[in-house]
């Protein structure tokens, strides 16, 4: 419970137990149950009303970059064509090099 071992709550526990007595201990109790019972719900709604949005933009992140991934390919394809088509052979066709 919120990074907190046994022997840290009892002194939290006592410490409270002198400071509040032990008359106001249940209320104050159930006072920080409301106020986390209250944090939990805020957490929740606020995690169904950004999930959405988080998932809408990752899919249009998504999208854009298969986008881009199709046009580099198409200009890496127009840059290979333009190149072969530019460079004349420089041997000739029965001519081969042994190395």
């Known amino acids: 419970m ?9 002194i939290i526990l006592v410490i ?3 400071l509040f007595g032990p008359k106001q201990l249940p ?3 159930r006072q920080v ?3 986390v019972k ?4 805020t957490a929740d709604d606020l995690k ?3 999930e959405p949005e988080i998932n809408l933009i ?22 290979n064509q333009a190149t072969n088509i530019n460079q004349p052979s420089s ?4 001519d081969s090099k042994a190395s």
């Open 91 to 94: 041997e000739p066709a029965g």
């Open 2 to 10: 919120f990074g907190l071992g046994a022997g840290e709550i009892l």
């Open 58 to 79: 990752q899919q249009e992140v998504k999208q854009v970059e298969q986008d881009l991934q199709a046009s580099m390919k198409d200009a890496e394809e127009e840059i």
């Open 48 to 50: 169904k009303t950004v």
């Open 38 to 41: 209250g944090l939990k719900e």
């Open 27 to 29: 209320e104050i109790g």
């Open 16 to 18: 409270a137990f002198l």
């Open 33 to 35: 149950g409301k106020a």
